[in-house]
Nanobody, 122 residues
Framework: QVQLVESGGGLVEAGGSLRLSCAAS????????MAWFRQAPGKEREFVAA????????DYADSAKGRFTISRDNAENTVYLQMNSMKPEETAVYLC???????????????WGQGTQVTVSS
């Protein structure tokens, strides 16, 4: 059974940093792309960042560029999201996902985690 488990969420002040982790189990994901999305209450799921199978290519939402960094450790089947200079409007549940290729579209990801809550206080 495929499982994605996110961790690292919590409460942070505006301008602060958090590092999220997503551990994959059940199969080997080293040949797949991994991504982070977020969803705030009452809003659609929003792309944040994606990384290809090797970690050599990354993609970021405009809002994340220069502040967030996505990386992966294929030996550990884990993807990370380092978030710096966080803003209150980035309060959301952050979810990781696995797909055949890096994409900004939710429909291209077959497996999803349950998410981890990130709250940025002003």
């Amino acid at each position: 059974q495929v499982q994605l488990v996110e961790s690292g969420g919590g409460l942070v002040e505006a301008g602060g940093s958090l590092r999220l982790s997503c551990a994959a189990s059940g199969r080997t994901f080293r040949t797949y792309a991994m991504a982070w999305f977020r969803q705030a209450p009452g809003k659609e799921r929003e792309f944040v960042a994606a990384v290809n199978w090797s970690g050599g290519n990354t993609d970021y939402a405009d809002s994340a560029k220069g502040r967030f960094t996505i990386s992966r450790d294929n030996a550990e089947n884990t993807v990370y999201l380092q978030m710096n200079s966080m803003k209150p409007e980035e309060t959301a549940v952050y979810l990781c996902a696995v797909g055949a290729f890096a994409s900004r579209l939710t429909k291209n990801y077959a497996y999803w985690g349950q998410g981890t809550q990130v709250t940025v206080s002003s």
